[in-house]
């Protein structure tokens, strides 16, 4: 973990056209983090046919995550750019899903449409996914960098590479309640 750190923190991770996937480093919901996401989006919406109609959310067992209001602008600004493209199609919009393991706090019940909570554990409890199926995906893993105790960083990765979509979202139908209507389907 140590070294991607340093690698990821050294690299200039913005998004181009030519460089599919970016290291992050930091919470998805940062405000750098954001910005790097909404132009991910820009590029990997544009060979779309469709709208994407669907964002899932897969929360990490970390006590109060996405208890800040950058993680409501993340997912507003992900939102509005979804229904701008929706409105050109006249298509019915986006909904938003977060899995979380146990009872989900109340600000997550306002951010999101809906919330799956499951009582056992089907992903590593470090993990956290943000996917729009087709378009995005930015992965992270809370850990311990260079240290046994102490606060877990979020590191990770994010991007439009469509083999990289393809790969997360099988991932998320195998490990998914097949009760959990997420609007997920295999592709390809």
Excluded at 161 to 180: A, E, F, G, H
Aim: net charge neutral; with cysteine.
């Amino acid at each position: 973990m140590s070294r991607y750190w340093r690698e990821a923190v050294s690299q200039a991770g913005e998004p181009r056209i030519d460089r599919k996937t970016i290291a992050l480093v930091g919470s998805l919901f940062t405000q750098g983090n954001a910005e790097r996401l909404s132009a991910l989006f820009d590029y990997g919406a544009r060979d779309r046919q469709s709208p994407p109609d669907v964002l899932i959310s897969v929360a990490p067992q970390i006590k109060h995550w996405g208890a800040t209001t950058q993680l409501r602008d993340t997912m507003t600004l992900l939102k509005a750019k979804i229904e701008a493209l929706a409105k050109e199609d006249d298509d019915a919009g986006m909904v938003s899903h977060c899995l979380i393991i146990g009872r989900p706090d109340r600000y997550l019940e306002r951010m999101f449409d809906h919330v799956h909570q499951a009582d056992s554990v089907r992903f590593p409890p470090a993990l956290e996914i943000l996917l729009v199926p087709d378009t995005i995906v930015a992965v992270s893993v809370h850990a311990l960098i260079g240290a046994s105790t102490g606060l877990a960083a979020p590191l990770g990765l994010a991007g439009f590479d469509k083999d990289v979509i393809l790969s997360t979202q099988k991932y998320l139908l195998q490990n998914v309640n097949k009760r959990s209507n997420l609007g997920l389907t295999q592709s390809r």
